[in-house]
């Protein structure tokens, strides 16, 4: 069973930088999808970025495109989410899900880590 335990939120001002990190344990990245979703206060769970385990091929949503970056660390198990240019609509409680299918629907992912909280002040 895979398990997954993020980290690397915090409180940054817009412009700021922020590595958000998911470690996985239960199974190496092999045919694994994982992915990042973004929950703000009040609001639906939002996909932003995702990557599969074969081959690296990587996926971001629009509105993160050019300031968000996916990469792994096979050796660690662990997958980052560099973000950049960070804005205050990037506030929100990010999650690492993991499933078998390349999907932007939270739907399809069947294991969540607790998530870790981005606040972005103006």
């Known amino acids: 069973q895979v398990q997954l335990v993020e980290s690397g939120g915090g409180l940054v001002q817009a412009g700021g930088s922020l590595t958000l990190s998911c470690a996985f344990t239960?199974?190496?990245?092999?045919?694994?999808?994982l992915a990042w979703f973004r929950q703000p206060p009040g609001k639906e769970r939002d996909f932003v970025a995702l990557?599969?385990?074969?081959?690296?091929?990587?996926y971001y949503a629009e509105s993160v495109k050019g300031r968000f970056t996916l990469s792994r660390d096979s050796t660690k198990n662990t997958l980052y989410l560099q973000m950049n240019s960070l804005e205050p609509e990037d506030t929100a409680r990010y999650y690492c899900a993991a499933g078998q299918i390349q999907s932007f629907s939270s739907s399809s992912y069947n294991v969540w880590g607790q998530g870790t909280q981005v606040t972005v002040t103006s």
């Open positions: 990557m599969r385990g074969l081959g690296g091929t990587t």
């Open positions: 239960g199974q190496t990245f092999g045919t694994l999808v």
